[in-house]
């Protein structure tokens, strides 16, 4: 039977909702799985995300107490929503899962390395010898997570100025008109999510603003295409 998107609609409403259970049941079990693995490999995972922390720490400190399912769950949505998309449709679909995931990694990888690091030798730097830092293990890995999380979605601006210039919302010469508000909101940013320090600043607010940068060349890229894609414009 044919696939494409104009028969895929007429199927039953029944059909779809069968392979929605189908789809939704395979993810369900997927993360069923990865939360077995995970629980198995749970010290290691912690040991992992708060190295950063750990690493800081006091010889007399000590983290206390207090109180991997991702691809195949995409796999089942693109698998349940792709029959309904234009083959162009599908190809537009995948190269922006690439790129938000390439984005959203090399954002959590910044962080992890760069920003992480930073920001908890500033706060340990307050414990002293009658203070003895001792953090706990629920607050610490809430923040890891928290700021990986956050530099992982700053990460995504160069890929929304591209789709904000396919789209026709801005353009690469509004956006230039604009770089030194640019430069003012990623100190801000950087004075938010960093210790008050200049080193820690400049190494979070120079690669924001690089993001910036980038986010102007392929706005440019996005707006050519859309150019491109207009009646009577020559090829």
């Known amino acids: 039977m044919s696939t494409n998107a104009g028969e895929e609609i007429r199927q039953p409403l029944t059909e779809h909702l069968d392979e929605l259970r189908r789809r939704l049941v395979r993810a369900l079990i997927a993360l069923g799985i990865g939360t077995a693995l995970c629980y198995n490999f749970a010290e290691r995972i912690y040991a992992a995300l708060l190295s950063p922390l750990t690493a800081n720490l006091p010889a007399a400190s000590h983290l206390i107490f207090t109180e991997l399912a991702s691809p195949v769950i995409f796999y089942q949505a693109w698998r349940f929503v792709s029959p309904g998309l234009y083959m162009k449709e599908r190809k537009l679909f995948l190269v922006f899962a690439a790129w938000s995931t390439f984005g959203f990694l090399a954002g959590m990888a910044f962080a992890y390395f760069v920003a992480v690091p930073a920001i908890l030798s500033f706060f340990l730097s307050f414990g002293r010898s ?33 789709l904000a ?30 210790p008050p320090d200049a080193v820690s600043q400049i190494m979070v607010a120079l690669p924001l603003y690089a993001l910036f940068e980038i986010g102007i060349v392929l706005c440019a890229v996005g707006a050519r295409r859309r150019t491109s894609k207009l009646p009577g414009t020559p090829a």
């Not at 890995?141 to 999380?149: E, G």
């Not at 210039?165 to 430069?183: D, H, N, Q, Y």
């Open 165 to 194: 210039g396919r789209g026709g919302i801005l353009t690469p010469e509004f956006l230039r008109k604009w770089r030194k508000g640019a430069v003012l909101g990623a100190l801000v940013l950087a004075m938010v999510l960093t």
């Open 130 to 162: 009658v203070v003895v830092p001792m953090p706990s293990m629920r607050d610490s890995l809430s923040l890891v997570l928290r700021l990986l999380f956050i530099f992982g979605v700053m990460f995504e601006l160069p890929l929304a100025l591209f």
